[in-house]
Each structure stands twice: as structure tokens, then as C-alpha cells.
């Protein structure tokens, strides 16, 4: 494999790894909010988190590059300061949030379910506060879920193509991951370096599916 092939891997992992850690503190607060309160529009919300997973990417990508471009007025408003995001790294990170979002919710949510409300209830008998349970009984609690759910976003992040090349585009050492990099290749007739980029995505995608398998068999 070559440096360049290396090089749109780590960067692809490097990607993957930041929208996770920045999806999942949202992906616990919404999970917990569907997983432990009953309220006007919960079916609502449960639908909006969920269209990531049935629009196709390009639709996905093509609402952030509406919603991020100079012309809207968040993009207008990002432009004002500084900020450039359609067509950088920025736009790659925010199309892998967007579309493993839903994915880490649904684990997360599944996790604090199986939590036993007992624990909550006992807590708060004794005094301790709703934002200490959740910190001290409740995320530990369903730390497995968690876990699991991070790892499904991270490699759903991976394999991203379709949001990530209409919003970030395809340009070589700045917005190319491994998707784009296979699509590129392949388009340009360079085929060996696209399955050396094809065997770096499954290796990757495999490690975190098994991780994450595991995890959830491993519960109680």
C-alpha cells in the first residue's frame, strides 16, 4: 500500500474519531430523554433522529451543503467569523455526525432501558439529585450501550460517502476519506489502489462491528 493510501486512512480515522466524541454527548441526551421521559411530540422526535438512516446520503448531504453554504444564512453567518465548512474537514466531521447519529441514539437509548429504574428510585429516596444519578448510577449503569453505540457511530462514520462528497467534495489531502478515495480511484481507472483502500475500510469496519458485537453480548 502506498503512503497516499495510508494517508486517506488515517485521515478518515482521524475524522471518524472526532465526530464521535463530538456526537456523543448530544446521542446520550437525546437517548436518555426517549429512553426515560413520555412527553407531547416524543414520536416526533423519534423521527427526526431516525431520518438519517432512511434518506439517502446524497438527500443528507445536500441539506448540509443548503444549510452550511455562503448563501444560507448560517453559512452567511459562519463566513462573518471566520468559519468555512462546505468543502474542508469541517464538512467531512459534520456529515459523519449526522449520519451515525442516529445509530449511537438508538444504543445509548436501549442501554439506559435495560437500566433498572429501582436504582434511580432509591437514589433519589436518599437525596441525591437527577443530575447525580444520571452521573453516578444511570450512565454507568448503561455504559455498555454507550460504548457499543460509539463504536457503531465510529464505523458508520467510516464507510460514509454519499453526505460526505456532497457536502466536503472529493479533494485529494483535504476532504478525500476512504469511501471518496475508492470512488475517486475507481473513476480514474486506478483499481489496485482503490482494493488497497477497500481492504483498509473492511479491516477497520470488521475490528469495530466485533467490538461492538461483543459488547453487547457481554451483558448481564
Not at 69 to 78: F, I, K, T, V
Not at 116 to 138: F, V
Not at 148 to 171: C, D, H, K, P, Y
Amino acid at each position: 500500500m502506498t503512503a497516499e493510501t495510508w494517508a486517506i486512512a488515517q485521515f478518515t480515522v482521524l475524522m471518524a474519531l472526532v465526530a464521535t466524541a463530538l456526537t456523543l454527548p448530544l446521542a446520550i441526551a437525546v437517548g436518555w430523554v426517549l429512553a426515560r421521559r413520555s412527553f407531547a411530540g416524543k414520536a416526533l422526535l423519534e423521527t427526526v433522529v431516525s431520518l438519517p438512516l432512511v434518506l439517502p446520503p446524497v438527500a443528507t448531504g445536500l441539506v448540509l451543503l443548503w444549510l452550511f453554504g455562503r448563501r444560507s444564512p448560517l453559512g452567511q453567518a459562519l463566513d462573518a467569523i471566520g468559519i468555512e465548512v462546505v468543502f474542508t474537514w469541517k464538512a467531512v466531521v459534520l456529515a459523519m455526525m449526522v449520519v451515525s447519529f442516529p445509530l449511537v441514539v438508538r444504543s445509548v437509548r436501549s442501554g439506559i432501558e435495560l437500566v433498572d429504574h429501582r436504582y434511580e428510585d432509591l437514589a433519589a429516596t436518599l437525596g441525591a439529585t437527577p443530575w447525580r444519578i444520571l452521573l453516578t448510577i444511570t450512565l454507568p449503569l448503561a455504559s455498555r450501550g454507550i460504548v457499543a453505540g460509539a463504536i457503531l457511530g465510529f464505523s458508520r462514520a467510516l464507510g460514509e460517502f454519499g453526505a460526505t462528497i456532497m457536502v466536503a467534495g472529493a479533494i485529494p489531502g483535504r476532504t478525500q476519506t476512504l469511501a471518496v478515495g475508492i470512488y475517486t480511484y475507481v473513476e480514474t481507472g486506478r483499481e489496485s489502489a482503490a482494493w488497497g483502500l477497500l481492504l483498509l475500510s473492511a479491516l477497520l469496519a470488521f475490528g469495530a462491528i466485533y467490538a461492538s458485537n461483543r459488547l453487547t453480548e457481554a451483558r448481564p
